[in-house]
């Protein structure tokens, strides 16, 4: 008897042949996987943007594919669109603000009447501080001119800012991307909303202080600035630093030398600023063991409520924990000694960065996509976070949270023919971590685990094999799979059979391709997106329900 269902069966599918009857597509490695229809694209694309591009695409033909989905987006609702964006950047969700400026600046510039409306209209909601509104002009630009439109949008972000906050961002945002203020404010040319604002337009324009300036409490921050630069007095410094909470950006670099200047700026120092800038307080020698400018930088990190209002995404967290417990810049030659208490809490500030998650109570297994794939391109640029890295930092989130999990990573054999096939044996290699570890050392026990082929329905036919009873498979992956002699989906619906239990699947983007293992006719399967701080919760809440 010839067995036709070797050749075609919806239980057995190799993962590069289409699934009987599905609306499958082709992923960038060769398998079938599902598309994701263009809102879920343009949510990864706002969370992860496509720094790096991936193992199978490269960061151009990446950033098109996003932005011909964002655009049709716009085509079928602008508006709405909008609102996506503002709901992204305005909570803090994602690593960086570029691709929600990028999306903004498309609809400005592409969408109907009522679209961009809407997109200058929330301009100052996406665009908080100067950088992002010199981000959003050269995004624009790419777009069009400046018509009446933008130049009203820009006048009103520099008018509609009280005069003595505007000061501030003139002084600490002063040029991005070839682009200053004075050129803004010279395109806009917007009519003053008050005689402070006069002032401060006049500053940017002529680069000297204005006739009256001395009495204008708003341009106390730039006569003190302008002192600075006068003085040769490192008590001075201090002083006008403390006194008007001047940022580095107004100090002459001949006094970031010195460790009484920092600590003075520290007191009144930006989350994100302070993160930057670690490296550089340890080296001269400011964040030293047991010092009070160490206690105070513990404490800030410590506090969460402070890394909510300053909307510090985890990716900056684990950025800053990485470079600063190499004691090595990643892009220059500064070298330093690490304060393991700052260690200690940046590995902290990462877990409450996500804010508070309920558990779900369910069996979970985490399982890390370690594929080759999975070692290229950046998640929000950052040197050596590569997906694979990052999907074991996000895991630990959830791991953080429930009780009964385990961790798994998974990659087919080097050859890839992994799983069932027998050409190698599969790549499941369960994990001794913990959130009670230390983030940076998971990561790097992560890091050295073997590579291969990509298989997302490894965790399930494990789970299968060894009798591991699961309610919920997290699965951290870009999507890529290919190497298996069955569909992730199928792998699924067979554990489920098998073990008598209605197990879940969470497929957890860690690019921003346009693919998922995770059917969307199947109610319990869902495509979430990494590294969004909404996604933990969301995992929990789906698990529950």
Aim: glycine share 8%; net charge positive.
């Amino acid at each position: 008897m010839l067995n036709f269902t070797k050749y075609f069966s919806t239980k057995n599918t190799p993962q590069t042949e289409q699934l009987p009857g599905q609306d499958q597509v082709r992923n960038s490695a060769g398998g079938y996987t599902w598309a994701l229809d263009d809102w879920k694209r343009l949510d990864r694309f706002l969370i992860l943007g496509t720094e790096r591009g991936t193992y199978y695409a490269s960061e151009r033909k990446l950033s098109i594919d996003n932005a011909e989905a964002v655009a049709s987006c716009i085509a079928s609702d602008g508006v709405r669109v909008v609102q996506r964006i503002v709901e992204v950047s305005d909570a803090g969700r994602a690593p960086k603000n570029d691709p929600a400026i990028f999306a903004l600046a498309m609809c400005a510039k592409l969408g109907d009447e009522r679209t961009r409306a809407a997109a200058y209209a929330a301009l100052p909601k996406v665009c908080r501080i100067g950088t992002h509104l010199m981000h959003f002009a050269e995004f624009a630009q790419g777009f069009g001119g400046w018509g009446r439109g933008m130049r009203k949008a820009v006048a009103g972000w520099f008018n509609n800012k009280p005069a003595k906050d505007l000061a501030y961002q003139l002084i600490k945002y002063q040029s991005r991307d070839g682009w200053s203020s004075r050129d803004l404010l010279r395109l806009a040319h917007p009519r003053a909303a008050s005689p402070s604002h006069d002032r401060l337009f006049s500053w940017v324009t002529k680069g000297t202080l204005p006739e009256g300036a001395e009495a204008d409490e708003a341009m106390a921050i730039l006569v003190a600035m302008e002192e600075v630069k006068r003085t040769s007095s490192c008590k001075d410094v201090v002083r006008l630093v403390r006194e008007h909470r001047l940022p580095r950006e107004a100090l002459p670099t001949q006094w970031l030398t010195l460790p009484e200047v920092w600590e003075a700026l520290l007191a009144d120092m930006p989350m994100t600023a302070m993160l930057r800038n670690l490296a550089t307080m340890t080296r001269i020698g400011l964040l030293s063991p047991g010092a009070e400018a160490t206690k105070s930088v513990v404490a800030k990190l410590g506090d969460e409520q402070a890394l909510r209002k300053a909307r510090l995404h985890p990716v900056a967290v684990l950025a800053a924990l990485m470079t600063y417990r190499s004691g090595k810049s990643a892009r220059g030659q500064s070298t330093w000694s690490p304060t393991g208490k700052i260690v200690d809490a940046l590995d902290l500030a990462f877990y409450k960065s996500f804010g508070t998650v309920e558990p779900s109570g369910k069996r979970t297994l985490l399982a890390l996509d370690v594929s080759g794939s999975m070692e290229s391109g950046e998640v929000a640029g950052v040197p050596g976070l590569t997906p694979r890295v990052a999907s074991a930092a996000m895991a630990l989130v959830t791991a953080a949270t429930e009780q009964a999990y385990s961790f798994v990573a998974f990659t087919a054999a080097a050859t890839g023919y992994g799983g069932k096939w027998g050409g190698g044996t599969s790549g499941i290699s369960q994990l001794a971590i913990s959130p009670r570890q230390r983030l940076d050392n998971v990561v790097k026990e992560v890091s050295r685990l073997p590579m291969g082929g990509t298989d997302c329905a490894l965790p399930m036919i494990w789970a299968q094999e060894h009798k591991v009873d699961i309610d919920t498979f997290v699965v951290y992956t870009d999507s890529e799979t290919w190497a298996g002699s069955v569909h992730p989906a199928q792998a699924l619906r067979a554990y489920r059979e098998a073990r008598g239990i209605p197990a879940k699947l969470v497929v957890v983007g860690m690019v921003s391709s346009g693919f998922t293992i995770a059917d969307p006719k199947d109610a319990g399967m869902m495509d979430v997106v990494g590294f969004d701080t909404a996604t933990p919760p969301v995992i929990s809440d789906f698990a529950r329900a």
